[in-house]
Nanobody, 124 residues
Framework: QVQLVESGGGLVQPGGSLRLSCGVSRGRFTASARGWFRQAPGNERAFVAAISWNGGATLYADSVKGRFTISRDNAKDTAYLQMESLKPEDTAVYYC?????????????????WGQGTQVTVSS
């Protein structure tokens, strides 16, 4: 079965940076959009960023614009989320997902494959 596998989470101080990676196991998702979502304790899962199949278009939640950058390398079938100027409110489990289509979207219902999540904690 095809799986998405996230990595790169961890503990970082406020103002710090992290880069999350999202690879694919036992399959290929190069023709599909990819998205990042996050869920903090007590909150619903929220959209963070998305990228079209060829990287030509990106979408960001207002809360991360100017701080986070989504990218992808289709040769490696891997998507990335570069996170800068991290804040305590960015603390959450971050999930990578594959959209059933080539264009980026902020609608989680349009994503059908999800990774297991990676914890990001921003704290001093």
């Amino acid at each position: 079965q095809v799986q998405l596998v996230e990595s790169g989470g961890g503990l970082v101080q406020p103002g710090g940076s992290l880069r999350l990676s999202c690879g694919v196991s036992r399959g290929r998702f190069t023709a599909s959009a990819r998205g990042w979502f996050r869920q903090a304790p007590g909150n619903e899962r929220a959209f963070v960023a998305a990228i079209s199949w060829n990287g030509g278009a990106t979408l960001y939640a207002d809360s991360v614009k100017g701080r986070f950058t989504i990218s992808r390398d289709n040769a490696k079938d891997t998507a990335y989320l570069q996170m800068e100027s991290l804040k305590p409110e960015d603390t959450a489990v971050y999930y990578c997902a594959r959209r059933r289509g080539a264009l980026a979207s902020n609608n989680s219902a349009e994503y059908d494959y999800w990774g297991q999540g990676t914890q990001v904690t921003v704290s001093s």
